[in-house]
């Protein structure tokens, strides 16, 4: 069995980390272990070479000043250690980076030849061999996918690319994140119902029937080996033709990554005996048991060490719920070389489902509340925290004072207001006065007013802008110079600011993976859609009444619950070079937010300033796009001193353009 060292846990500290030298594009290939045979790192670089068991080389190298993940990572790694890929990598990064980076670098096998590249389609999956494999995050859209899934061997795999047919999105869209599936299996019996699967998985056989003694989790030791421990999980083949068994060993306190035994194990009915392969072995040869029901022991034949000798493997059923195990190896004469014996014990019937950590980022980057009352706060769809808390007392912290219902303004001071879309239902000109009324679509109302003054005539000449019945964008309209878009155009980005943030524009459902959100079942739609003049980029949210006042339960549910929509605008300032999101239901002041946009990490971040009553904490949160069919977000609530309060994310789906 052999021996690799693991690299201590390291979780990923930037969203940012690329693969200058094509060490993180390892990630792609099927698992290998590797001797570290040369290393050096410092400020300036690395170089790094590999050695794989079977022989194959590689070697790394990357100059530059600026630091990188890459750095870090082969900054711990030690010469003459040995390392199991792609674990070590997955261990440095975290399962986010990890999932992040498995869909932005390249599939390569030029680094590592003797570690090919992994199957790039959804319905590919499987075509290779049978696996059993964790949806690690499923990166679903209407027409495509982007799924990262993680094998029982820790091989990673990306199906990714559109639907092939009509079957895909089905299968696409039963493939659920932390659950793990048989491919190719999962792929044909999506059509199928609960029942017709758990049939098909049934036991074929009285034969194959004996194997389900094996089915559930084990836990298992070594005689005379305190520190050995091994894990022994068993699953019914999604076809009821044999099973699965995963054996997975590791030493107590040692730095070494679980040697990772995978079999499939069937019932030859011409041999009338057991066969054990593991699918991915390619021509390795199988292992042959028989099944003696009196004293209840399966025996195999294990290979042997040298030619000549014999290795006899005994398991013996002891109870329901333990198993004895001995292996003994002989010389060509008979005589007894080395015995081991061990044993396992049932620890569940049914093995436990993978434990995935949450699907955010492991950091997240700054962000603004969205707007909203303070019900609504708690579950807003920028930053989707329960509440502001305070270090150490843990008392609910006031929102941000939010507009009133009603807004009663004068013409000219509307243009001071944070920018807003409204629809005008009313406007009136007598002698002395101008009257008007907007409806915004946050449900708000604008009531306008101006009496006549030095200032009338522009007064005048302001209102008559003005279309009742028609939406306008606002103070937009208000503005010397505005001309209304022409009825039936349609609105285009036009700086280059604008265009870099194209990818936004469309329709979104909203889904929770973390967070309060996560529990609901509220249908949330997001839209992106350019400011007429193509200068901003608007954001509306729409949800039910019930999330907004903190009501109920939102959602269809409630049949008499009324749409609210969260509204924010992107601009981009040429002067400062800097853009800005503003939302619609701050107060004067106290609505615009500083936005970085990372154009090679696809990521819009969003620094808040925290008001008064929130003094210590810090928001931080992003908006990702992973793939044209997907958004994430994510954000969280810290204290100075880095504690947690509050995290909540989830993912954006396209459902229109």
């Not at 990306?158 to 299968?171: E, F, H, N, Q, T």
């Not at 808390?389 to 507009?403: E, F, H, S, Y």
């Not at 994430?632 to 396209?654: P, Q």
Request: aromatic share 8%; proline share 6%; hydrophobic share 35%.
């Amino acid at each position: 069995m052999r021996t690799v060292f693991l690299l201590c846990c390291v979780f990923a500290a930037s969203l940012r980390a690329q693969s200058p030298s094509g060490l993180f594009t390892l990630l792609h290939t099927k698992p290998f272990v590797a001797e570290v045979t040369s290393v050096s790192s410092s400020a300036g670089g690395f170089k790094l070479a590999l050695r794989a068991d079977d022989g194959a080389e590689s070697s790394y190298e990357y100059r530059s000043s600026n630091p990188t993940r890459e750095q870090q990572f082969v900054a711990q790694l030690k010469e003459h250690r040995r390392y199991a890929f792609p674990q070590c990598l997955m261990d440095f990064l975290g399962l986010d980076e990890t999932v992040r980076l498995v869909r932005i670098l390249p599939r390569t096998a030029s680094l590592m030849p003797t570690a090919p590249s992994v199957p790039s389609g959804l319905m590919d999956l499987g075509r290779e061999h049978p696996f059993r494999a964790t949806v690690l995050d499923a990166g679903l859209g209407e027409k495509s996918c982007a799924m990262v899934l993680m094998g029982a061997d820790s091989r990673l795999y990306l199906a990714s690319g559109p639907y092939p047919s009509d079957v895909a999105p089905k299968v696409a869209e039963r493939l659920k994140r932390g659950e793990t599936y048989e491919f190719p299996a999962a792929l044909e019996d999506v059509l199928l119902s609960e029942d017709q699967r758990a049939a098909r998985a049934r036991p074929k056989s009285a034969e194959i029937a004996v194997l389900g003694r094996y089915i559930g989790a084990w836990s298992g030791t070594v005689e005379g080996d305190a520190t050995a421990r091994v894990q022994m999980n068993c699953h019914w083949l999604a076809d009821g033709t044999g099973i699965w068994r995963e054996l997975h060993f590791a030493r107590e306190g040692a730095e070494e990554s679980p040697t990772v035994d995978i079999a499939r194990i069937l019932y030859h009915s011409g041999a009338k005996a057991y066969v054990s392969a593991d699918p991915a072995a390619g021509g390795a040869t199988a292992l042959t048991s028989t099944w003696d029901e009196a004293t209840r022991t399966f025996t195999s034949v294990l290979p042997a060490p040298e030619s000549g000798q014999t290795r006899i493997n005994t398991a013996t059923f002891t109870t329901e719920a333990r198993i004895d195990w001995k292996t003994v190896t002989r010389d060509a004469s008979g005589k007894v070389m080395a015995t081991k014996r061990g044993s396992y014990v049932r620890t569940a019937r049914k093995v436990p489902p993978v434990k995935l950590p949450a699907a955010a980022p492991k950091v997240a980057l700054e962000s603004q509340p969205a707007g909203g009352n303070g019900s609504y706060t708690a579950m807003s769809s920028t930053t989707g925290m329960l509440s502001m808390v305070t270090a150490g007392q843990q008392k609910v912290v006031a929102p941000r004072a939010l507009m009133e219902p009603v807004i009663d303004t004068d013409l000219f001071k509307m243009r001071e207001l944070p920018p807003f879309r409204g629809r005008v239902t009313h406007l009136e000109f007598n002698a002395d006065s101008i009257r008007a009324t907007v409806e915004r679509v946050d449900q708000r109302q604008v009531k306008i007013h101006h009496t006549r003054d030095a200032d009338w005539d522009e007064a005048v000449k302001m209102a008559k802008r003005l279309r009742p019945g028609t939406m306008h964008e606002f103070p937009a309209a208000l503005a010397e110079g505005y001309q209304p878009p022409a009825e039936g155009s349609v609105a285009l980005p036009s700086t280059d600011a604008m265009r870099a943030l194209s990818a936004f524009i469309g329709e979104w459902s909203m889904h929770w993976t973390a967070g309060p959100g996560r529990d609901r079942n509220d249908k949330i739609t997001v839209n992106y859609f350019w400011s007429h003049d193509g200068t901003g980029l608007w954001r509306e949210v729409h949800l039910p009444e019930g999330i907004r006042t903190g009501s109920g339960t939102g959602g269809a549910a409630q049949g008499d619950a009324r749409p609210y929509v969260e509204a924010s605008l992107t601009t981009y300032d040429p002067a400062t070079q800097k853009y800005s999101e503003t939302y619609s239901s701050s107060p004067k002041g106290d609505g615009s937010v500083d936005v970085e946009w990372d154009a090679k990490t696809q990521t819009y971040s969003l620094l808040m300033k925290a008001a008064p009553s929130a003094a210590g904490l810090q928001n931080r949160g992003m908006r990702r796009i992973v793939s044209p069919e997907r958004i994430e977000f994510h954000t969280k609530t810290m204290t100075a001193d880095g504690n947690v309060l509050s995290e909540s994310g989830g993912y954006y789906r396209r459902i229109g353009p």
